[in-house]
């Protein structure tokens, strides 16, 4: 027999939060993907112990498709979150740079904030 075990609110809460900051988001569209990915994080549990604890065959199939559903999209958004951050992150790298006469170079490393 399975049980189950029913999370109050404030306990989802404070997951949500401890994940979003767990991702260490760098923006808004960071943080929102978060929220999501722990929304279905939290979901799919739930299609898991329905899976285990159904005897019907239409149950576990509608179990089944759930905990499917759920992690490819909790997949796609992981790769979402690492396409954004590597767009965030382009790096260029300078090889030669020419001063002429008059001229002025900056010879460090110069790091400039992304918008978006």
Same mark, same amino acid.
Request: proline share 3%; charged share 25%.
């Given at each position: !027999?399975t049980r189950s075990i029913?999370?109050?609110?404030?306990?989802?809460?404070?997951f949500v939060?401890?994940?979003?900051?767990?991702?260490?988001p760098?923006s808004?569209i =960071? $943080?929102? #993907? +978060?929220?999501? !990915?722990?929304?279905v994080?939290?979901? +799919?549990?739930?299609?898991?112990?329905?899976?285990?604890? $159904? $005897?019907?065959?239409?149950?576990?199939?509608? +179990? =089944?498709?759930? !905990? *499917?559903? #759920? *992690?490819?999209?909790? $997949? *796609?958004?992981?790769?979402? #979150?690492?396409?954004?951050?590597?767009?965030?992150?382009?790096?260029?790298?300078? =090889?030669?740079?020419? @001063?002429?006469? /008059? /001229?002025?170079?900056i @010879?460090?490393?110069?790091?400039?904030q992304?918008e /978006?």
């Amino acid at each position: !027999m399975t049980r189950s075990i029913k999370h109050s609110p404030e306990a989802s809460l404070q997951f949500v939060i401890a994940f979003i900051k767990s991702i260490k988001p760098e923006s808004e569209i =960071e $943080t929102m #993907l +978060a929220a999501q !990915m722990a929304a279905v994080h939290i979901c +799919a549990p739930d299609a898991s112990r329905r899976y285990l604890s $159904t $005897t019907s065959l239409d149950g576990k199939d509608s +179990a =089944e498709r759930a !905990m *499917t559903k #759920l *992690t490819r999209t909790f $997949t *796609t958004q992981m790769e979402a #979150l690492k396409r954004h951050h590597a767009k965030a992150r382009k790096i260029v790298r300078v =090889e030669r740079v020419n @001063v002429e006469s /008059g /001229g002025q170079a900056i @010879v460090s490393d110069v790091s400039h904030q992304a918008e /978006g």
